[in-house]
């Protein structure tokens, strides 16, 4: 979770688009594709470093994970084939040198954690998660795991205290770490209780990012080009298809035998190994021909 901060406080240098610019309250620390963001209407690739915003909705595909990195040092994960909603997020002065960070998130399907490092355990937060249809979780300083899915919808406290509550539920407070409460759909919630170790283990490593792909990350100077055209609207049309299918990739020209071309450049890999990794990985996953490793700018 160290991580997290430095990669924050590089996004809101990245991001700012003059000095005087408020520094971004999210934006995305890390993700193996495919993921996307719908915004306004329109639905896109998401990018390693792209700022993030309230009113946002996010996807994860297959196999696809995403990691929210927050200005006051939290991280929120999703695992695969999640649908997670952001209609509230803003930094509130609440007196104190931090202020308060308020939001509202909606896991509306898949696996979901809210952590924090050692430095934002002592910034304050007021958050309320709802999860599915049936669990409402008030955070105000910890390490939550949560999932919704067809069987049911569940919290699981890692560390801290939360406030729990569910339609025609008394709220109920959790602060045992490894405990879990759920809903199962059309019947009542039963007691809160310790996580089943078994289950425990399988929960937490679904929000984790997958071992068999390198991550895109904010601060990864690596880029892969996945293939190029001779003409720049070929370019942007393959820049489309691949945004559809979950993989955020930009045009970028460039001369070759006195002429220009095109070529399509996914970036945020944190080495020149996971560099040739991921291309090798898009070679077979989107069949392309020849994906190759560009140094660092």
Avoid: N
């Avoid at 298809?241 to 001369?255: I, K, M, N």
């Amino acid at each position: 979770m160290r991580g997290s901060f430095a990669l924050c406080l590089l996004a809101c240098g990245i991001c700012a688009s003059a000095p005087a610019a408020e520094p971004a309250l999210a934006f995305v620390a890390a993700l193996q594709p495919p993921v996307w963001v719908e915004r306004d209407g329109a639905r896109r690739a998401l990018a390693a470093g792209d700022v993030l915003q309230a009113g946002d909705r996010y996807e994860t595909g297959t196999g696809g994970r995403l990691q929210i990195g927050l200005r006051e040092a939290s991280t929120i994960k999703l695992g695969e084939e999640a649908d997670f909603a952001v209609p509230v997020l803003a930094q509130a002065d609440d007196g104190s040198d931090t202020g308060v960070l308020r939001g509202a998130l909606k896991v509306l399907r898949g696996a979901f954690r809210f952590t924090t490092s050692a430095i934002g355990a002592l910034r304050r937060r007021e958050l309320d998660v709802a999860i599915g249809p049936t669990v409402t979780v008030g955070i105000r300083g910890t390490d939550v795991w949560g999932k919704s899915d067809a069987q049911r919808d569940l919290v699981c406290l890692i560390e801290g205290r939360i406030d729990v509550s569910s339609p025609g539920e008394p709220v109920r407070r959790m602060d045992r770490p490894l405990s879990y409460y759920y809903v199962p759909r059309g019947k009542p919630a039963p007691p809160i209780a310790p996580a089943p170790p078994a289950e425990l283990a399988q929960w937490v490593p679904q929000t984790d990012l997958r071992d068999d792909l390198p991550a895109l990350y904010a601060d990864g100077r690596y880029r892969v080009s996945l293939v190029s055209y001779a003409q720049e609207s070929r370019a942007h049309d393959k820049a489309q298809r691949l945004s559809e299918q979950g993989y955020a990739a930009t045009v970028q020209a460039y001369p070759h035998g006195g002429r220009m071309r095109y070529r399509l450049v996914v970036a945020g890999l944190r080495t020149q190994a996971e560099a040739q990794r991921f291309a090798d990985a898009m070679k077979v996953r989107l069949q392309l021909p020849y994906p190759w490793v560009m140094a660092p700018p």
